[in-house]
């Protein structure tokens, strides 16, 4: 089992809507650019890959191979080695995520040195009803009346009315009752859902890879048309097109790197993956749970591993957390179990979601 693992290079398109590029052009361009960005002459060193797609299969009409498909050309014109496997991976919102993981097993067991980790979709379609029709095949397909059956029974609890949208995907009226939950068990406020938001676009303007790449005041977000109440505009996900890529490497690989890779490569302390499972509504959510999971791994590894390293104190300077919506960042209680197993201090210049979360993706 490999000691360490270490992120060696990143890149990311910029995230919007790209009628004249297709899939096989952004998983291209995020090649060339994680590439670059580890100072690797050639892919010729990746091992394995892990390419992570939800959507092109009913947008698009690619089933099964997808990532086989995309890198297809590459391999033709030898910008990429032949016979390294491909593993497809999807898991809906967390298949980027799921795609690193399972880069940093393979490496984190020996069984390769070096590994790639992609996403890639294409969102971004002429008629939009396939669009919202892929969305809404992430549910239980077999049981959706039981989905239906717990929001309904949110709703009565809040005192609102849980129903389903033609101009929207599904998930913007699930997460618009988990907020009308919030505000109605918590006394959250629209307004401070509307600070989130408002927080996501100015760190987006800043993002030169974001699809929203200006401000919106706080005002501006309360007066923009309603989605699904309490959600405005400015505080739901949009439609877009882009890709992201990772190379994870063993430390012996990283070892051999010049000092300037390693210098700004990052080591991976810990990585955790879950299933979601039906829950009450008062039950705390998977981000507590994960938070708790990742917080043990990395004591496990690191404080009390066999390299018999000690580390009491760990300073968290940014978290970058993944959601669709603005409330659910008013949803993050989990800080409280950070603290608990790092004994962390959150100062003023703490970052929540720097690179503007997929609001401004």
């Not at 992570?52 to 014109?77: K, T």
């Not at 669009?131 to 609890?157: H, M, S």
């Not at 699809?211 to 959600?231: A, G, T």
Request: proline residues 3%; contains cysteine; hydrophobic residues 40%.
């Amino acid at each position: 089992m490999i000691d360490n693992v270490y992120v060696i290079g990143a890149y990311s398109t910029r995230f919007q809507k790209w009628p004249d590029k297709s899939g096989k052009d952004l998983t291209r361009d995020a090649l060339i650019g994680v590439l670059q960005d580890a100072q690797l002459d050639s892919a010729g060193v990746v091992e394995s890959v892990y390419f992570s797609n939800c959507g092109m299969g009913i947008i698009w009409g690619q089933d099964l191979v997808r990532g086989h498909c995309m890198f297809a050309p590459m391999v033709e014109e030898g910008l990429f080695p032949e016979r390294v496997p491909i593993v497809n991976v999807e898991g809906a919102c967390a298949s980027g995520s799921m795609a690193f993981h399972l880069a940093w097993k393979d490496i984190l067991s020996g069984v390769h040195e070096v590994s790639l980790a992609m996403g890639m979709d294409k969102l971004y379609y002429p008629e939009m009803q396939r669009v919202l029709t892929a969305f809404e095949n992430g549910i239980d397909r077999e049981d959706k009346d039981r989905l239906i059956g717990e929001y309904q029974a949110v709703a009565n609890a809040c005192g609102q009315k849980f129903q389903f949208g033609a101009n929207r995907t599904i998930f913007m009226d699930t997460y618009a009752m988990q907020a009308c939950w919030h505000m109605w068990k918590w006394g959250t406020t629209q307004r401070q859902i509307a600070v989130g938001a408002s927080k996501n676009h100015y760190n987006g303007s800043l993002n030169p890879k974001a699809q929203y790449q200006f401000e919106v005041s706080v005002e501006k977000v309360l007066e923009d048309y309603i989605v699904s109440y309490p959600m405005t505009r400015s505080m739901c996900a949009p439609i877009g097109d882009g890709a992201a890529a990772a190379i994870l490497c063993s430390e012996a690989f990283f070892n051999k790197l010049p000092s300037a890779v390693q210098e700004r490569s990052i080591k991976v302390c810990a990585s955790v993956l879950s299933s979601g499972k039906h829950r009450d509504i008062n039950d705390p959510g998977l981000s507590r749970w994960a938070a708790d999971r990742a917080c043990r791994k990395w004591r496990r590894r690191y404080i009390r591993g066999r390299n018999g390293l000690r580390r009491d104190y760990f300073e968290m300077s940014f978290l970058l957390m993944i959601t669709c919506f603005s409330a659910a960042q008013c949803k993050a209680s989990f800080v409280e179990n950070v603290e608990k197993h790092l004994l962390h201090e959150i100062h003023d210049a703490f970052v929540l979601s720097p690179s503007s979360h997929l609001r401004m993706r």
